[in-house]
């Protein structure tokens, strides 16, 4: 199987010739059939990689109703109660189903846990009522006083900038996204002034270089969001006015320069070998590039980019599903994954969370690595230094450069152990039905990846951290012809 669990016969046998204690039973034992449970052996990593595919297939986050507008026409979304496999239990219940002699045809019930929504359909369903549809009823006039200008917000900008949160105690709560919203008005309250520009880092030959903000005059977008919001609910006077005054800049020069983004402090390259994923790395890359994690910010990569689908402009690549090399919308961001873990590793930055392949590829250095999977594996990594970290990324379609850039604090050192208590994979044969992809499997160990921190100027250890990673034995595949049809044709009738 390529769960790794297999009919152990000579211990089965042992188990039959052993004799029962009970003189009558063993007596009785030679007159009638006596029952042997079977003995299983399981590879216990190999099987914990077939239990975290299906874990992808079932595991996924409440998903509260909301509401969405395509374009201006807004619905309501459907929630749907989050669930998760549960591990443990998945593994004993396959156990026990070989060990009952449980048909295999039959389905195995696996345990899962239910997690519950907060914001019900009812509840989107009374704001799209009361405040959206409204809402999108007509646009909204800005004035100021004094001016014989005036900006409209259109239908568009605010559909565009209208944002849904659920609140815990089963609200869902409306507001107005000051960016969306200045994106969506464009240059429109240009006529009262000036916008703001943000202060900006540049790159260059490995130099970083903050390029100043200017700040604006006329309506600050944060402003007019919050005099926008009671009035979308009107069906007349749908009017603002808006105080003209400065509009400073959301990232000011001083606050780009206090972030301490001056030098590199970690870099890791990985090839790219298949154009498909390279195009998906291509397109995850650019999404990060340039994005500034701030000191005591967490970044999440699922969070950060949401869904890789093809909206969002993935495509199908290469990936292993239940120990299969085969294809999916956005397979190959676990390379990138991989080459930001790196970066995070070198940088010495704390690692909140990552996940090993279950198996091992051997383009990435062994035990420091990661995979990732939307919605149910993440990459999570904390800036848990004093000063700003400024994401680059550089793609070509051979290579994924991830850059940091901040204030070095540590020498990085990464000792990796021998590779030990390795392991046989097991040989698992398929019809050759067209579908069948023989692959020819690897060896299973573990290894352990030392992080030594030391000190800049003196090169003395300051402190270390292992990283224990085990790997499944990838499973041999082998295509064989499909079974022969046994079932004797049918007498032909005879007059």
């Known amino acids: 199987m390529t769960?790794?669990?297999?009919?152990?016969v000579d211990a089965t046998i042992d188990a039959a010739d052993d004799q029962p204690l009970n003189p009558w039973t063993r007596l009785t034992s030679f007159f009638r059939d006596r029952e042997v449970e079977p003995t299983f052996t399981g590879e216990e990593t190999a099987l914990a990689a077939q239990i975290d595919t299906l874990a992808?297939?079932?595991?996924?986050?409440?998903?509260?109703?909301?509401?969405?507008?395509?374009?201006?026409?807004?619905?309501?979304?459907?929630?749907?109660?989050?669930?998760?496999?549960?591990?443990?239990?998945?593994?004993e219940a396959v156990f026990d189903a070989l060990q009952t002699g449980a048909d295999p045809a039959t389905p195995i019930e696996l345990p899962v846990d239910v997690t519950p929504v907060n914001v019900d359909a009812a509840e989107a369903q009374r704001v799209l009522d009361e405040t959206v549809?409204?809402?999108?009823?007509?646009?909204?006039?800005?004035?100021?006083e004094g001016k014989p200008d005036t900006a409209e917000v259109s239908v568009a900008a605010i559909a565009a900038s209208l944002t849904f949160t659920p609140q815990e105690d089963g609200v869902l709560a409306v507001?107005?996204?000051?960016?969306?919203?200045?994106?969506?008005?464009?240059?429109?309250?240009?006529?009262?002034?000036?916008?703001?520009?943000d202060a900006r880092f540049e790159i260059s030959g490995g130099a970083v270089t903050v390029v100043p903000s200017v700040d604006g005059t006329g309506v600050a977008p944060a402003t007019l969001a919050e005099q926008l919001l009671p009035v979308l609910t009107r069906t007349e006077d749908r009017t603002v006015t808006a105080t003209l005054g400065p509009v400073p800049a959301d990232l000011t020069t001083e606050e780009a320069q206090a972030l301490g983004i001056k030098e590199e402090i970690g870099s890791f390259t990985t090839n790219i070998g298949n154009p498909n994923?390279?195009?998906?790395i291509r397109v995850v890359a650019a999404e990060v590039d340039g994005h500034v994690v701030l000191p005591g910010e967490t970044f999440s990569l699922n969070g950060f980019t949401g869904p890789r689908g093809t909206a969002q402009g993935y495509v199908e690549a290469g990936v292993i599903n239940n120990g299969e090399f085969t294809t999916a919308v956005g397979g190959g961001i676990s390379q990138f994954a991989t080459t930001m873990f790196n970066a995070v590793f070198f940088s010495g930055l704390e690692d909140v969370f990552h996940k090993p392949h279950s198996y091992y590829i051997s383009r990435y250095p062994a035990g420091r690595e990661a995979t990732v999977y939307y919605d149910s594996?993440?990459?999570?990594?904390?800036?848990?230094?004093?000063?700003?970290?400024?994401?680059?990324?550089?793609?070509?379609?051979?290579?994924?450069?991830?850059?940091?850039?901040?204030?070095?604090?540590?020498?990085?050192?990464?000792i990796s152990s021998d590779r030990y208590n390795h392991r046989s994979p097991v040989v698992q044969e398929k019809p050759d039905d067209g579908n069948c992809s023989p692959q020819g499997g690897s060896t299973g160990f573990d290894i352990t990846v030392t992080r030594v921190f030391r000190d800049l100027a003196s090169g003395a250890e300051v402190k270390r951290e292992e990283f224990y990673t085990r790997y499944a034995a990838e499973p041999i595949i082998r295509c064989v012809p499909p079974a022969a049809d046994t079932t004797p044709p049918a007498e032909t009738p005879t007059d």
Do not use: C, H, M
Request: aromatic content about 6%; charged content about 25%; cysteine-free.
């Open 377 to 414: 594996i993440d990459l999570v990594w904390k800036n848990d230094s004093d000063t700003g970290v400024y994401i680059d990324t550089t793609w070509t379609p051979g290579t994924i450069t991830v850059t940091f850039y901040g204030t070095k604090r540590y020498e990085i050192q990464s």
């Open 56 to 91: 992808q297939q079932v595991d996924r986050a409440p998903v509260d109703a909301s509401i969405v507008i395509e374009g201006t026409t807004p619905t309501v979304t459907e929630p749907a109660d989050g669930r998760s496999l549960d591990r443990e239990g998945a593994a």
């Open 3 to 8: 769960a790794g669990i297999s009919l152990d």
């Open 175 to 197: 507001g107005i996204d000051p960016a969306k919203l200045e994106a969506a008005l464009g240059d429109e309250l240009d006529v009262f002034g000036s916008g703001a520009r």
């Open 133 to 144: 549809t409204p809402a999108l009823s007509a646009p909204v006039s800005v004035v100021v």
């Open 277 to 280: 994923s390279g195009e998906n």
